[in-house]
């Protein structure tokens, strides 16, 4: 009697996953149908936002509040919707410049207007762009520098002193922490982005786990199960070191089962936007989960499972690069990164990519690799002719001038504002061209430099490598984004 019990439970148990698997692919199915499309940028901005709050007022089933402001007047707004007794909070971009939750919150949001059979057991709680000042200058911080994220014990913020309220006042049993993290993270010895990295934070030093820490964590190992399927070893797992002054340790503290979802990198996702999709598809299946209690059957076991995030992925490696620097050769591997420069005279960003990285990176990875073995290495070289205006520029064939082995093209007149070009080609402004010194000249290479050079074979250009980006002249496959003024 007893065995044919287990295997009954063993059966409700497998059916109930199954139907969590089945709403899963029905999202995946329809989800162009309910993504926001006014939302097509990872910069969005507090302002871009709004008349989608708005127009929630209207929607029956939904309840808009103000909560208060932010230090420079902008409204933080909550979102409720749902009439089960489960309560469950979610909040985005604490940190200003992670944006990727925010716009998936409101792909969810369209999608719970017409799809209603979740919200009889659970009643939800958005608050998206907690940190709007941040998110205006695209930067972590707030209006006066502080991490909101280390100030749930002084609460200083406003902003921090509104996700308190809100949770206390919801008692939430469930908190969904939305973050972005840095693409360069890679799940733990391997050359796999963390594409999506989870924790289940602690709530004391000893790393305790109670009902409320391990709820999440069941939380966290069926969300892992649903990456899996769309980025198979692309998940990690952040250290579990208490943090007295963080948001997610508290909450946790305060009985809320807090669950922090942080996206990273995904090859070829630049704005995110598969990523973006991953958060809506993911989110809401922990949510069905939530809502039908198939978590509570989950083996907490796995949770440590995931493996931990490292971060030791680059933008471009490349290996086994030889140079030769005051008569001697030296073998490296190079990390090279492209870091993003706010353009305020811009609608967006530009890219300057430096060497972040110089010596035995055997242990490192990279999106891209390039093995630089039995090729001659060629510094950054400027086009002898120099252009006295910046309109000729657009009658270069910049293919041709990289494969004769130019990098650079100098210019006379050149707005000393402009930082950087469309063009997939550095430019130097004339008065800036070095003139060679006397004295120890310094290396090719060095951490900080920008990223341009040539590699060749045979007298040929085979790679060339702009401002971080890949030229690869035999597929010719031409991938630079934009050059700087160097």
Do not use: C
């Not at 308190?164 to 010895?189: I, P, V, W």
């Not at 870091?339 to 490192?364: A, C, M, Q, R, W």
């Amino acid at each position: 009697m007893k065995y044919s019990l287990t295997l009954l439970l063993s059966f409700f148990t497998l059916l109930l996953f199954s139907q969590d698997d089945g709403f899963r692919k029905k999202l995946d199915v329809d989800y162009q149908q309910y993504k926001e499309t006014t939302l097509n940028k990872r910069r969005t901005k507090h302002v871009e936002i709004q008349p989608l709050i708005n127009s929630l007022k209207a929607e029956k089933g939904f309840e808009v509040r103000v909560l208060g402001k932010s230090i420079e007047g902008r409204k933080i707004s909550m979102i409720s919707l749902g009439e089960g007794k489960t309560d469950i909070l979610l909040w985005s971009q604490m940190h200003g410049d992670e944006p990727t939750a925010t716009l998936a919150i409101f792909d969810m949001l369209n999608y719970l207007k017409t799809n209603k059979s979740l919200l009889s057991k659970v009643r939800l709680h958005f608050i998206p762009m907690l940190n709007p000042d941040g998110a205006e200058k695209f930067t972590r911080r707030n209006a006066i520098g502080i991490d909101i994220n280390r100030d749930a014990l002084r609460l200083q913020t406003p902003e921090g002193r509104i996700l308190k309220s809100a949770r206390d006042s919801l008692q939430a049993d469930f908190g969904f922490n939305l973050h972005d993290q840095s693409t360069h993270y890679n799940a733990e010895r391997t050359s796999k982005p963390a594409t999506i990295s989870f924790l289940a934070p602690a709530y004391n030093y000893e790393k305790s786990i109670n009902n409320v820490r391990g709820n999440a964590m069941k939380i966290i190992i069926e969300m892992n199960n649903v990456i899996q399927k769309y980025a198979p070893g692309q998940v990690g797992r952040y250290s579990d070191e208490f943090e007295p002054r963080a948001f997610g340790d508290n909450i946790q503290k305060w009985g809320t089962s807090a669950i922090l979802v942080e996206s990273g990198g995904y090859l070829g996702d630049p704005e995110k936007q598969f990523i973006r999709k991953l958060n809506y598809i993911t989110i809401l299946t922990a949510i069905h989960s939530i809502a039908n209690e198939t978590y509570k059957n989950v083996d907490i076991k796995k949770y440590k499972d995931i493996p931990r995030n490292n971060r030791k992925l680059f933008d471009l490696k490349m290996e086994n690069l030889t140079y030769t620097y005051l008569g001697n050769e030296y073998l490296v591997d190079l990390g090279i990164n492209k870091i993003e420069i706010d353009n305020p005279k811009h609608t967006n960003f530009y890219s300057v990519g430096k060497i972040v990285d110089i010596g035995d990176l055997s242990t490192y990875y990279g999106y891209k690799t390039i093995d630089a073995k039995d090729f001659i290495f060629k510094s950054d070289e400027v086009h002898p002719k120099i252009i006295s205006d910046t309109n000729e520029l657009k009658k270069i064939k910049f293919d041709d001038l990289i494969k004769q082995g130019y990098t650079s093209i100098a210019v006379d007149n050149l707005d000393k504002n402009i930082k950087f070009t469309e063009f997939p080609m550095n430019l130097t402004r004339v008065n800036d061209i070095v003139i060679k010194k006397s004295g120890i000249p310094k290396p090719p290479l060095y951490l900080g430099k920008n990223a341009t050079f040539l590699l060749k074979k045979d007298g040929k250009v085979v790679y060339a490598i702009i401002n971080g980006f890949v030229y690869d002249i035999k597929s010719e496959k031409n991938n630079v984004i934009n050059g700087i003024v160097k």
